[in-house]
């Protein structure tokens, strides 16, 4: 099948694959995969122009959903938390749109970018693995995996879960959402995807409790990107492709709304050290891929 506006042509079954066994996957960590699907777009299907990156900010809206009902329907939705993730990755997109179009047209530089991101995101992983390196316990019961907000202001945010108290900072939060939702906004992943990972490595939090709220932001925020890719648009017609292929980024999302579900809804019987180790190899490895095939390709 031939897709005019990317100049894509693969068969019509592929792209809902590999979504689904991606996104099953990286919804266990809060991630939508997104970031994971922009190097299979432009190194396996040739799709390198902008027009990349809010196309996969479709498959985004159309696959989150049913991983965020799955994580509400369970109790497991920091709801304050997702607010804050929002305020901050919503300005962070648009500021990071115009970055990928002034600065980063070309695939070149942009795969060096998206590798540097990736490796920080996959290093910070290991050392949290690491400074963690005992054993872990046990999964808590069902029953145990719930959230229950103790108290929210602008200063701090405190909540319980399985058991154990967390504790963080809300303009730390808010400040760190606006970083990685300009780099999000710059690669095309809405800015909740590099959130999640950063809860766990930086500030302690269980991704068992974390990721609905990271799949949230990442809902609200990848609306805003296509919004902003659409609207533009027109401004650079006959330069190059800058809004997204509706249908490419469709297909894609309907393997990714399957397989959210599905990893949202056996997330709780994975142990939290397995699903980081997940999450880092492969942050490293696609970074890895990147920067050894610029510099040494």
């Known amino acids: 099948m031939y897709f005019a506006v990317s100049g894509v042509e693969t068969p019509i079954w592929l792209p809902p694959l590999v979504a689904f066994v991606v996104s099953f996957f990286t919804s266990m960590g809060g991630v939508s ?6 190097p299979f777009q432009m190194s396996f299907l040739g799709f390198t122009s902008p027009s990349v990156s809010p196309t996969n900010l479709v498959y985004n809206i159309v696959s989150i959903p049913s991983g965020v009902w799955r994580y509400l329907k369970e109790g497991r939705m920091v709801w304050p ?3 804050v993730v929002i305020a901050g990755t919503l300005p962070g997109v648009i500021l990071g749109g115009f970055i990928r179009l002034i600065w980063l047209p070309d695939p070149g530089p942009f795969k060096v970018f998206v590798g540097c991101v990736l490796l920080y995101i996959g290093v910070r992983m290991f050392m949290d693995l ?8 046990p999964a808590p019961a069902e029953g145990h995996f719930v959230v229950e907000l103790r108290s929210f202001s602008l200063g701090q945010l405190s909540f319980d879960f399985a058991g154990q108290n967390y504790t963080c900072s809300t303009p730390g939060i808010f400040g760190l959402s606006l970083a990685v939702g300009i780099v999000g906004g710059t690669y095309g992943i809405g800015g909740g995807a590099i959130v999640a990972p950063f809860f766990v490595a930086v500030y302690g939090l269980p991704v068992h409790a974390v990721a609905g709220a990271a799949l949230m932001g990442t809902f609200v925020t990848s609306v805003v990107g296509v919004a902003f890719y659409q609207a533009i648009a027109p401004w650079y017609a006959g330069q190059m492709a800058v809004a997204p292929d ?4 469709a297909l894609f999302g309907i393997g990714g709304l399957a397989g959210m579900y599905c990893g949202a809804r056996l997330q709780k019987y994975v142990r939290a050290a397995w699903i980081k180790v997940m999450l880092g190899l492969i942050l490293v490895g696609t970074a890895a891929k990147y920067l050894i095939g610029f510099f040494w390709g």
């Open 81 to 83: 938390l997702t607010w």
């Open 33 to 38: 995969g997104a970031f994971l699907l922009l």
């Open 246 to 249: 509706w249908l490419l980024g």
């Open 130 to 137: 690491a400074q963690k390196a005992a054993a872990p316990a």
